[in-house]
Each structure stands twice: as structure tokens, then as C-alpha cells.
T-cell receptor, first 109, second 113 residues
Framework: GENVEQHPSTLSVQEGDSAVIKCTYS??????FPWYKQELGKRPQLIID?????GEKKDQRIAVTLNKTAKHFSLHITETQPEDSAVYFC????????FGTGTRLQVFP | KAGVTQTPRYLIKTRGQQVTLSCSPI?????VSWYQQTPGQGLQFLFE???????NKGNFPGRFSGRQFSNSRSEMNVSTLELGDSALYLC????????????FGQGTRLTVV
């Protein structure tokens, strides 16, 4: 089955800096790659997703890149703000959604 | 449109007991997936139901089971509870097509003592 690895497990940045979270997946049948943000005590919510026919997608300060050959995909957050502090999960989907172990992002003012 | 609803929100059970958790998906969504969330382990996939049939299953022991009803509501059952089963159990609903956004419920916090 699909296996998703996510790094780093924790990430601390200064407000205004960029943050990058990386994931790798194992199943070449995966063709959908969403990213979820989970704030403390809340449910995970989708922030951006990308499908395998696209290499990059951007939404304001958030971008995701996908390298299908290397089975890598990454989340890029620019101009980070304190409200970006949360746990971020990547996922890959051959059919079911398989998640990485999460990255705790802390943005310090 | 109402979101995904999970009941109960909190549960305390004793080792050896069994428990049933419920998930009502967004109206019109036919797929319901269940996840176990523990610190450091992320969101571990338990199983997915679609149109009352289990479509996929994760690597959990047979003590974890589920079902889906004709109205797409789903239940998850854990028998012979162990201390290690203490976790937040999240369900997520999708319309049915695989590559679409999953909407999560608030979760059921299960504590086994």
C-alpha cells in the first residue's frame, strides 16, 4: 500500500520568512496530493491540493510542487504569519487518502 | 450545508470493553473514511466505506471494524479495548470520486483506562 513520509516533524521560522515542508510517496498509482492544516483543537482542513497532471500550483502565499518522477511533493509558504502556526499534513491518494506524520510549524513574531 | 458530524465527542472506556463511534457525512457524500490520530503518528488510515461497502482498509487489527448504512452514515467499532487505543478518531467524507477534498468531522476523543 501507499506510504507517505513527511519532513521535518517540527519547523520554527521568524515571521516573514518562508517555510518548506517536503513529502515523498511510494505508490506510483497516486495521482492526488492534498495538504491539510490542523490548528490546535480543530479538525484538519484542506489548504491546497495538486493533481498528477500539474507540476506546480499556487494560491496567494501558498504553493505546492510535484515531481512525479522522484515521487516528491512540497508545500511552500511565503511571508509567514503567526496565524500560519499549526500542524500541516501532506497526503497521497491512489484511491484512499494516506497521510504523512505531520509537521508542526511555529511562526515567531 | 451541514458539515461532518461525529458523536460522541468524548468517551472514556475501560480496557476490555468495546466502543462504537458514529459519523454522519455531508449530505450527498457517499464515501466515509476513518482515521486514528495520535501524537507523533499523524493520521493513520483505518478504512473507507463507499455505498455501504468497505472500499479500502489500513493496517489495523481485526478488533477495529466498521460499517456504512444506506443513508451513508458510518459507524466504527473497536472491541476488546487496549490502552493503546486511546486516540482521537476522525472521520472524513467525500462525494465518492477518489481525488476530491475530504471534509473532516471534529473527532471523537477516546480514552481507555
Amino acid at each position: 500500500g501507499e506510504n507517505v513520509e513527511q519532513h521535518p516533524s517540527t519547523l520554527s521560522v521568524q515571521e516573514g520568512d518562508s517555510a518548506v515542508i517536503k513529502c515523498t510517496y511510494s505508490d506510483s498509482a497516486s495521482n492526488y496530493f492534498p495538504w491539510y492544516k490542523q490548528e490546535l483543537g480543530k479538525r484538519p482542513q484542506l489548504i491546497i491540493d495538486i493533481r498528477s497532471n500539474v507540476g506546480e500550483k499556487k494560491d496567494q502565499r501558498i504553493a505546492v510542487t510535484l515531481n512525479k518522477t522522484a515521487k516528491h511533493f512540497s508545500l511552500h509558504i511565503t511571508e509567514t504569519q503567526p496565524e500560519d502556526s499549526a500542524v500541516y499534513f501532506c497526503a497521497a491518494s491512489p484511491l484512499e487518502l494516506i497521510f504523512g506524520t505531520g509537521t508542526r510549524l511555529q511562526v515567531f513574531p | 450545508k451541514a458539515g461532518v458530524t461525529q458523536t460522541p465527542r468524548y468517551l472514556i472506556k475501560t480496557r476490555g470493553q468495546q466502543v462504537t463511534l458514529s459519523c454522519s457525512p455531508i449530505s450527498g457524500h457517499r464515501s466515509v473514511s476513518w482515521y486514528q490520530q495520535t501524537p507523533g503518528q499523524g493520521l493513520q488510515f483505518l478504512f473507507e466505506y463507499f455505498s455501504e461497502t468497505q472500499r479500502n482498509k489500513g493496517n489495523f487489527p481485526g478488533r477495529f471494524s466498521g460499517r456504512q448504512f444506506s443513508n451513508s452514515r458510518s459507524e466504527m467499532n473497536v472491541s476488546t479495548l487496549e490502552l493503546g487505543d486511546s486516540a482521537l478518531y476522525l472521520c472524513a467524507s467525500r462525494p465518492g470520486q477518489p481525488n476530491t477534498e475530504a471534509f473532516f468531522g471534529q473527532g471523537t476523543r477516546l480514552t481507555v483506562v
